[in-house]
């Protein structure tokens, strides 16, 4: 639920490295899903039945609804371009692309290309911390000083409080200081450390479990908590335990600007005179394990029914049940409709995280009941009159398919990795 940048460089994968990681890990055998009522119904050589309630449809009517409602969102908020991807049980329904990926050449975006992902970095990196707990290396309701040390109250902080935002650390990209730094020169590189001692500079924003507040700095102290205990640099560690498992062949977190081609341009007016400008090139790293992975839709198709279900596409876990059920343990935000577990959100039914950052906007959701996954893409983040560009998408889209589970996430829930420009840090043009 906020913004972040990051792209990563996208190494080959070796199936047989993918499968030792596999191996690693505990396995437990998945009911495979059914085939779809449509499906169903056509092979026996009769209509469709009704969809059961809550059941998801999509038919070329619906369809053609989805095209007019999503073309219309993009001329009313100027938006470049849209992928979009709905799923059900795991069939592909409704797979499409709006408007251009390059302003300057007029490519077209295409679901396969490369995007920066922003928050949804959240649930990769909470995902390595949790699959730490199962191996028993790492124990959620322990103080994060049982493992790291400079954390200012970290022996009241525990790793819970840190993966479901209740910690109540500063949240350093609301640094005036940082954000004018990162205006001037957003192509600089960040360290981790650095960022952590932007948000110590300022007292916590309340006693740890008193209530939830968004705070990047909690998933960057979880990202030094991963590669402190598993002895990796949180990318690699990623690529072999998570990305590997999952099969996420174009799914990396950087370690500088790069971003894999084919790739999405991304326009923002975070800058200095609030000119709109291409931030694909603009180095993530502030965002690191908070926000600076890219991924593909193919490749976030995959992941969420994983990330929501704990299963791999072998069958397999990536968490112990337990555990999965721990993190999906939602508690009270203070929103209607929004819940926030371990790394993951719920928003009036769908269930993943979204993203957003100077050029980009993601939302990767599923909604369990309709056994339903939803994936949006959004190149511009200049929201303007309407407010988050991949929410307004979200929203008109679930309004088609589940009007009973309508994205609707309250402006005051959906923090900004990088607040909006405001007269005091950016003069309007």
């Known amino acids: 639920m906020t913004r972040d940048r990051t792209t990563p460089h996208r190494t080959t994968r070796h199936r047989t490295a993918r499968s030792r990681s596999r191996a690693a890990r505990h396995r437990t055998p998945a009911v495979l899903a059914a085939a779809t009522l449509l499906l169903s119904a056509l092979c026996a050589g009769q209509a469709p039945a009704a969809a059961p309630p809550g059941r998801v449809g999509v038919d070329p009517v619906v369809a053609e609804k989805l095209d007019d409602a999503i073309t219309a969102a993009m001329r009313e908020a100027d938006i470049p371009g849209v992928g979009v991807g709905l799923w059900i049980d795991g069939d592909e329904s409704y797979v499409r692309s709006f408007g251009t990926s390059d302003k300057t050449t007029g490519t077209p975006i295409k679901t396969d290309m490369h995007t920066r992902i922003g928050s949804v970095t959240k649930t990769f990196t909470v995902t390595g911390v949790l699959q730490l707990v199962d191996e028993g290396r790492i124990r959620l309701d322990a103080p994060v000083s049982t493992y790291l040390d400079g954390i200012p109250g970290g022996d009241r902080i525990t790793v819970r409080q840190l993966a479901d935002m209740r910690s109540g650390l500063y949240n350093y990209t609301e640094d005036p200081r940082w954000l004018s730094t990162f205006q001037a020169d957003p192509y600089r590189s960040w360290t981790p450390q650095e960022l952590l001692d932007i948000a110590f500079r300022h007292p916590a924003d309340f006693p740890p479990g008193a209530r939830w507040a968004y705070s990047n700095t909690n998933t960057v102290v979880l990202g030094l908590l991963v590669e402190k205990i598993s002895g ?62 890219i991924s593909t839709i193919d490749d976030l198709r995959a992941w969420v029914p994983t990330l929501v279900d704990g299963r791999l596409p072998d069958g397999g876990r990536l968490l112990e049940p337990g555990t999965q059920a721990q993190r999906l343990r939602m508690l009270p935000t203070g929103h209607p409709d929004v819940g926030y577990g371990l790394g993951i959100a719920r928003i009036d039914g769908w269930i993943g995280h979204n993203g957003e950052l100077p050029g980009y906007e993601t939302i990767a959701v599923r909604l369990p009941q309709a056994r339903a996954t939803l994936v949006i893409v959004v190149n511009s983040d200049v929201d303007g009159k309407t407010g988050s560009l991949s929410s307004l998408i979200a929203n008109r889209v679930t309004k088609i398919v589940t009007p009973d589970h309508v994205w609707d996430l309250p402006p005051a829930a959906q923090p900004q990795a990088v607040p909006e420009p405001t007269p005091s840090s950016t003069p309007t043009p």
Do not use: C, R
């Open 232 to 293: 990796q640099p949180l990318h690699t560690y990623l690529e072999q335990h998570v990305f590997a498992p999952a099969g996420l062949d174009a799914t990396s977190l950087p370690t500088g600007a790069e971003i894999t081609s084919p790739y999405v341009h991304g326009y923002t007016n975070f800058t200095a005179d609030g000119a709109t400008v291409d931030a694909s090139g603009w180095n993530p790293s502030w965002g690191w394990s908070a926000g600076a992975m």
